[in-house]
């Protein structure tokens, strides 16, 4: 599975830049929260192309992608701070307690295992260190049936439609920080959470 989502994002890298302008408001909250924390060392799972590298300030960066395509773009947007690698959210080769931050922008309802990621975010975070997940979340109400509509086609894309926040069980581990919801009916959260 990751190694199909990874050749299909190698495909999918070109058109990338046209769904980003669908994503950018949202990072743009995302990046607020980030930019307001002190100088810290952040780890971002399934960096994609890396517009958004900038937007990061301070922060030492290090970005994690399976898809070579993607990260070979990110790379032309590396204003010096960046680390980025080929790796799997999965199976995270940095030791325990590594970073002060992490965050997972549109990935969580990519990857295959969402929750063995978590996982492995609380292992690389230091106590205290902060997890930001911007995603959509199928909420309970009509939009859930756009999204069940949607998910023959979602599957063809990679990443589920339907996806609640209920699945991540792992999530229990973290201390809820905030939670903020924008689009109709709060369709896309960001969540921030922190490792006790
Ligand atoms: C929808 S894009 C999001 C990119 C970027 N975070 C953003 O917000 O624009 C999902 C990215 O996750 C990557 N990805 C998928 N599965 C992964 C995994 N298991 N580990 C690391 N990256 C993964 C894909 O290659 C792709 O670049």
Redesign the pocket.
């Known amino acids: 599975m990751?190694e199909r989502?990874?050749n299909?994002?190698?495909k999918f890298?070109i058109c990338?830049p046209l769904?980003?302008i669908l994503?950018k408001p949202q990072?743009k909250i995302l990046f607020k929260e980030v930019c307001l924390l002190p100088k810290g060392n952040l780890l971002?799972?399934?960096?994609?192309?890396?517009?958004?590298l900038k937007y990061y300030g301070k922060h030492q960066i290090t970005g994690?992608?399976?898809?070579i395509a993607?990260l070979n773009a990110a790379k032309k947007y590396d204003t010096g701070n960046a680390d980025l690698l080929e790796?799997?959210?999965?199976q995270l080769h940095f030791s325990d307690k590594a970073f002060d931050y992490a965050?997972?922008?549109?990935?969580i309802a990519?990857?295959?295992?969402p929750n063995r990621?978590l996982s492995e975010v609380y292992r690389v975070l230091k106590p205290g260190g902060k997890l930001f997940i911007?995603n959509h979340f199928t909420p309970n109400n009509c939009l859930k049936y756009v999204d069940k509509m949607f998910e023959p086609f979602s599957k063809a894309f990679?990443?589920r439609s339907v996806f609640k926040i209920s699945e991540l069980t792992v999530l229990k581990q973290f201390t809820l920080v905030k939670e903020v919801g924008f689009g109709w009916g709060s369709y896309f959260k960001l969540l921030v959470v922190e490792k006790p």
């Open positions: 990751t989502t990874a299909f994002y190698n890298s990338y769904v980003d994503l990072k971002e799972i399934g960096v994609g192309n890396g517009q958004h994690i992608d399976t898809s993607m790796m799997d959210g999965k965050v997972l922008s549109h990935v990519v990857v295959d295992d990621v911007l990679h990443f």
